[in-house]
């Protein structure tokens, strides 16, 4: 009798859950569907028709009937707009790691459709192609940023009359991206040097940024530097290092995204789903401006690891002074939960740090400290009823749709799992 009591209290506290708040991505359909691609380094694309090199300064639109060989470092500048129909295809060169930056002022409208998604990829053939065989986007924009002057420069090997970011206007605008996708950019320049694939520095809240997949980048995924990012329907998927990157005061919600990591795709540097800090260097830092804030809802955090290889580590990583909200999301399959740097336990720092309806399945430590420290205080604050956490020990398989990227992948919660899965742990 005993037994059953336990079991009807955890099925009405679960049932009253999920009634109010869904776990990790969301839809009514899986949103994958059509535009995504987790299979690029086998698909076919055309051989390029045209080249694009040098400076845009006049309004410019890439057509879906063309195929477009973006050479060396491409600005669009003196306010011009770049237009790509959907459907349309850009291919890097490998040779002059082919990078496009929209400077400040500077827009791009790239509006693929489900059906008829933008692809940015490799110009190698198929059995060639690998992370970093060419740059990424850059996008410059001038909301705030909190470095002293409230000016930034990226040192991507820019020319320094286009690098420059920031200024005073959140609800800037540098365009709009839609069904997009982005395949094997974040050339390593060298040891200090590293691209991504989609970089947004001082990038405005007026900027439209949904339905990104970024493949094989072998750097960051999505890094912003400051700004005001609106981010939704965003798939990371295999990146080498991390998969959304925020520093210098970002302020941005992200929302119904997924990072997808693999084992033997992360780098010696301990990549992450998320890194988050806000500055790189305290002494940049201008205390009258704002540290990093970030709200994430309805995230997806996974490791498609077999075996327990124990090759990724933990899924989170905040540092010192900096905001960080975490809510109806699934973090699976990482040896840690959260790693904190051990200055952001410090004083009213743990206050910045919100967690509610997490659930947190097969990882071997919830909360560490960057030395290794396990604090059990700490954890408790976090990690609780009142936050809503459930901590599962279940097979991905049994927790998501279909994990297989092979297949058609849909990592939403499968109905009922938490359920059945709660009444296995008890």
């Known amino acids: ?132 065989d060419w740059g990424g986007i850059i996008i410059l924009g001038d909301a705030p940023i909190n470095k002293f002057g409230g000016i930034g420069t990226l040192d991507f090997n820019l020319n320094p009359k286009y690098n420059f970011y920031g200024g005073l206007n959140s609800e800037s605008n540098s365009g709009r991206l839609k069904y997009v996708r982005i395949e094997f950019s974040g050339r390593k320049l060298n040891a200090l040097k590293e691209l991504n694939g989609l970089s947004l520095a001082g990038v405005g809240n007026k900027t439209k940024m949904e339905y990104i997949q970024v493949s094989f980048s072998n750097d960051d995924s999505f890094e912003s530097y400051g700004g005001d990012v609106i981010f939704n329907n965003l798939i990371s998927f295999r990146a080498t290092d991390d998969d959304f990157d925020f520093t210098q005061g970002a302020q941005c919600n992200i ?75 699934i973090v699976s399959g990482f040896n840690q939960f959260l790693l904190l740097e051990d200055k952001a336990v410090l004083n009213s720092n743990l206050d910045k740090l919100k967690f509610h309806n997490i659930v947190i399945n097969n990882s071997k430590f919830k909360v560490q400290l960057e030395t290794g420290t396990i604090n059990n205080l700490i954890e408790e604050r976090i990690v609780n009823d009142v936050n809503n956490i459930q901590t599962l020990n279940v097979d991905r398989e049994n927790l998501f749709v279909e994990t297989d990227a092979k297949k058609n992948p849909d990592f939403r919660l499968k109905n009922n799992n938490i359920i059945s899965s709660t009444l296995v742990i008890k």
């Not at 059953?4 to 679960?14: E, M, P, R």
């Not at 500077?106 to 933008?118: L, S, V």
């Open 1 to 132: 009798m005993k037994k059953t009591a336990i079991i009807v209290i955890i099925l009405i506290n679960v049932f009253s859950l999920n009634a109010q708040e869904t776990n990790g991505i969301i839809g009514s359909e899986n949103w994958f569907n059509n535009w995504t691609n987790f299979k690029p380094k086998i698909t076919e694309y055309s051989e390029s028709t045209h080249i694009i090199n040098g400076i845009i300064e006049a309004n410019m639109t890439l057509y879906k009937k063309n195929i477009y060989l973006l050479m060396d470092i491409v600005y669009v500048t003196n306010n011009a707009t770049l237009t790509i129909e959907p459907g349309t295809i850009i291919r890097g060169d490998f040779a002059t790691c082919g990078t496009l930056v929209i400077t400040k002022g500077a827009k791009i409208i790239a509006e693929g459709t489900e059906t008829d998604p933008i692809v940015f990829t490799s110009n190698k053939e198929t059995s060639e192609r690998k992370p970093g």
């Open 255 to 329: 929302n119904n995204s997924i990072a997808i990591r693999y084992p033997f795709s992360s780098d010696v540097t301990r990549s992450r789903c998320f890194e988050v800090d806000s500055y790189d260097k305290i002494e940049n830092y201008d205390s009258s401006r704002k540290l990093t804030k970030i709200v994430a809802n309805n995230i997806t955090l996974v490791s498609n690891e077999d075996n327990n290889q124990g090759l990724v580590k933990e899924a989170i990583y905040v540092k010192n002074d900096t905001f960080f909200e975490l809510k109806n999301s």
